[in-house]
């Protein structure tokens, strides 16, 4: 890499930046195809992949169903690998072109919603506030630890996970860079977890299965194969709390669905049915 790179006065896409996903990478938004999407039998029809944003929301879905919601769901598999998100169908939901996205056929006139923490609010608000405490206090520190997952985990994900795993080239400023800054946010949780069992406080929310998706991937040693390099075992009490999501019945199931990758046992490329799980 040069180090003598001058930005130009204005910045053209001349050609593909390199790395994972280069071939799928562009400056500009709206579909490259047409293309329906299918519709289950469910009301809630999720479109999604099992990267930490997309399990948020299939760990919450199995989490209300296991709390005795009529929650039933359709998942069906998003290939970004292959462009899946540009079809015509999935921008019709989501014109941001990201997994997940959600479509509520039971509802009149039948709703999108495209974000992942934005679909989680979405379905505990449609079964009666689950997830998300009753006390004031609660709530809001509920939603103050939900909104720092998702301004966070881009330094994470798109910062050190992407310079440490996914570019095409090592570069020790970018990795040294984010690095530190998600060795911070681990410390941030760590201080706050140390008298806490969930990040609200007495109960499990929301923001636990958000931060979880993230921060929980990192901590357990599944992201980026960056377990050693970040020293995450010196994180206790986020490990303690990483473990305590990860053996939740709700949580193991939700982390297969829409996966493709890993031991067999744990993908379930499109989930229709809790009977789906048998099949494993």
Do not use: C
């Amino acid at each position: 890499m040069a180090n003598d790179y001058i930005p130009p006065k204005v910045w053209t896409w001349e050609q593909p930046s390199g790395g994972t996903f280069a071939s799928i990478n562009r400056p500009v938004a709206g579909p490259t195809h047409d293309k329906e999407l299918p519709v289950g039998q469910h009301p809630l029809q999720l479109y999604s992949l099992a990267t930490p944003n997309g399990i948020k929301v299939t760990i919450l879905l199995e989490e209300l169903l296991e709390a005795g919601h009529p929650a039933d769901y359709d998942a069906w598999h998003i290939d970004i690998g292959k462009g899946d998100q540009f079809g015509s169908g999935f921008v019709e939901i989501n014109p941001n072109s990201k997994i997940p996205a959600l479509m509520d056929h039971g509802a009149s006139p039948k709703q999108r919603v495209f974000e992942s923490a934005s679909i989680m609010l979405y379905l505990a608000e449609k079964f009666g506030g689950a997830f998300i405490p009753k006390d004031p206090a609660a709530r809001t520190e509920m939603f103050s630890w939900l909104f720092w997952q998702m301004g966070s985990a881009p330094f994470v994900g798109g910062g050190f996970g992407h310079f440490y795993a996914y570019a095409p080239i090592k570069i020790e400023y970018a990795i040294n860079r984010y690095a530190m800054e998600t060795k911070r946010q681990l410390d941030v949780l760590d201080r706050h977890l140390a008298d806490k069992e969930w990040m609200a406080g007495g109960e499990y929310t929301l923001a636990d299965m958000a931060i979880y998706a993230w921060y929980g991937s990192v901590a357990l040693g599944r992201a980026y194969n960056a377990a050693e390099f970040l020293d995450v075992d010196s994180y206790k009490n986020v490990m303690a709390w990483a473990k305590r999501i990860d053996a939740r019945p709700a949580v193991i199931r939700g982390r297969k669905v829409n996966r493709t990758w890993g031991e067999p046992h744990e993908q379930l490329k499109e989930r229709h049915s809790a009977a789906d799980f048998d099949t494993l």
